[in-house]
């Protein structure tokens, strides 16, 4: 069994549900009630991925970023070394996937071979999209990136999702 | 400077350092507070990418500083779950540090606690987020409204269309049957029974009707597209009264209700439609009419009004009055009171309504004093013709 360490970045606007994607994905759990990240929260969690014949134990190392604009001045610092992002956009809000493309951008311009995964997050609001999928399909295929559908609330796609991410940064 | 004054320092500004080989591993700590003190007390001996998971899976930027690609990698605002539950914000700072000989030895780990300033910062971005998702959801709320919007006004649009169409294709055909049934009441197809005189006067009182409504809904679509016109001159208001209500008498005496006509002598000339104010006097009187019972007792008046340079029409009734929870809506079109219907008085609702924006349209005003089970009084006031210019 191989063992690595990789950074992965969380990106997005405010309020996508970023951190709750982490919680989700780290520790099984949900919380309605939105509160703002300032910053930078790390947090780690193994996963095991198959690489051709071998196994590859990954400690996944999630920067969950803060997507407020007044943290776009200084965010490229902590981007250093990323392996990949999660790109978060909100469906029930049409200005997140828009900004998405900026923040590949940047992501990139740091570290030109990172992968990109996008997360369009809060697909339990059915009634209350203004996404389709469509549209988010035709955003990741311009970012080369591979998509999904996710719900930190009731964990649809999210383990998927990073997983989809582990296997492209390990390859 | 002193060991003791640069430890004084440190501990003021919660300010805390570690030390590390060129291999990143930590040879060295000082810290003061006991939140960080929790945190570093185990970190001598092992790699700072272990004790610090930022920089795990981040080694390549370390090496940056080890090698001296990088003077300092700085992460601010760095949030660290506290055994309370809180969370902390930290800043970290990794700088090279040199020897004796001024090569560089290892890192220098700079964590600087900044909870306090971090909490406010974070109670500050929550609010400001909080804000713009309201903004945000207030304006797909006023996008989606003036959709809507857009939508009734194009309904709107459809509706006017259809009753000024229906209007005038209405107006033709009762043009028609009023005028053979006129012939047919004049003898002109031959000498008539009197049961077929009596037939033929409920059509001739139902064509009226019908007239009646067909320009009153030509009325409304007028009015709501803002083409309806008047055509001011100067008009004895007075004589138009006596002749409008000459008109109806024979309407009135039918239900045994009594007119009493009051016109105020020498009465100066109004600037108004003769035509447009006959039909709101007319459509006062009728109102009247339909709404007392039989044998009551209808007052018409022209005289000055209380407001200087108008002269008031006013039609006094004894019918059934208007509620007072449905007096402010008795100028909506295709309003009808409920004791109106109650009482099964026919109407379409869009007498008062038009009336009103006829009076407004000649410079008056249109309203009503009424009490229920008593009756009404309405009144109209029209500009004088030398106060109107």
């Known amino acids: 069994m191989i063992s690595l360490s990789k950074k992965v970045c969380l990106l997005g606007d405010f ?77 029930t809000r049409t200005t997140t996937l828009d900004s998405l493309p900026a923040y590949a951008a940047e992501l990139r311009q740091v570290n030109p071979g990172a992968w990109l995964v996008v997360a369009a997050n809060k697909g339990d609001l059915v009634g209350e999209h203004r996404l389709t999928e469509a549209q988010v399909a035709q955003r990741a295929a311009e970012l080369a990136a591979p998509y999904f559908i996710t719900s930190a609330k009731t964990g649809a796609n999210v383990e998927v999702a990073f997983h989809r991410l582990g296997e492209l940064v390990v390859a | 400077m002193s060991d003791h004054l640069v430890q004084a320092i440190l501990c003021d500004r919660r300010i805390a350092y570690a030390i590390t ?30 004790v610090v998971p930022e920089w795990l899976g981040s080694e390549s930027v370390l090496a940056d500083v080890l090698s001296g690609a990088t003077s300092r990698v700085r992460l601010s605002r760095v949030n660290r779950e506290l055994p309370d539950g809180r969370t902390a914000y930290l800043t970290l700072t990794v700088l090279p540090h040199l020897d004796d000989a001024g090569q560089i030895s290892g890192l220098i780990h700079v964590v600087e606690d900044e909870t306090a300033i971090g909490e406010i910062e974070q109670r500050l971005t929550q609010q400001r987020n909080e804000l713009r998702l309201l903004q945000e959801e207030l304006r797909q709320k006023n996008l989606a409204l003036e959709a809507a919007n857009a939508e009734l006004r194009r309904l709107d649009q459809l509706k006017s269309t259809f009753v000024s169409i229906a209007a005038h294709e209405l107006r033709t055909p009762l043009a028609s049957i009023s005028g053979y049934v006129e012939m047919l009441l004049d003898g002109d197809a031959g000498p008539l029974t009197d049961l077929q005189r009596e037939y033929l006067r409920i059509v001739e009182g139902g064509a009226r009707r019908l007239t009646r409504i067909s320009r009153d809904l030509s009325d409304l679509t007028r009015i709501e597209t803002g083409r309806l016109e008047v055509r001011r001159q100067p008009t004895d208001l007075g004589r138009l009264t006596e002749m409008v209500a000459a008109e109806h008498c024979p309407q009135l005496e039918e239900r045994d209700q009594r ?112 009490t229920p089970g008593k009756g009404s009084t309405f009144f109209a006031t029209f500009p004088v013709a030398a106060a109107a210019g």
């Open chain 2, 21 to 50: 080989d060129r291999q990143c591993k930590v040879i060295a700590v000082h810290y003061c507070s006991p939140a960080l003190q929790i945190w570093m007390q185990d970190w001598i001996g092992r790699a700072l990418a272990e």
């Open chain 1, 15 to 91: 309020a996508v549900g970023k951190t709750s994607l982490v919680r989700r994905f780290v520790y099984s759990l949900f919380d309605d009630r939105y509160l703002s990240t300032i910053g930078v929260r790390v947090s780690r969690k193994m996963i095991v991925l198959p690489r051709g014949q071998d196994m590859v134990e990954l400690s996944l190392m999630l920067w969950d970023l803060a997507g407020s604009e007044e943290f776009n001045t200084v965010r490229t610092s902590y981007l250093r070394g990323a392996a990949g992002a999660i790109l978060v956009c909100d469906l």
């Open chain 2, 259 to 370: 007119l009493t006509l009051r016109v105020a002598s020498g009465l100066p000339l109004t600037l108004c439609d003769p035509e447009r104010a006959a039909q709101v006097i007319g459509n006062l009187l009728s109102n009247a009419g339909k709404y007392s019972p039989p044998g009551a007792a209808i007052t018409l008046s022209a005289g000055l009004a209380a407001e200087a340079g108008f002269v008031q029409i006013s039609v006094a009734d004894e019918g059934v009055g208007i509620a007072e929870e449905d007096q402010p809506y008795v100028f909506d079109p295709f309003y009808r009171a409920r004791n109106v219907v109650e009482v099964g008085a026919s109407g379409t609702g869009l007498g008062l309504y038009i009336a009103r924006s006829l009076v407004k349209l000649q410079g008056g005003r249109l309203w009503f004093v009424s």
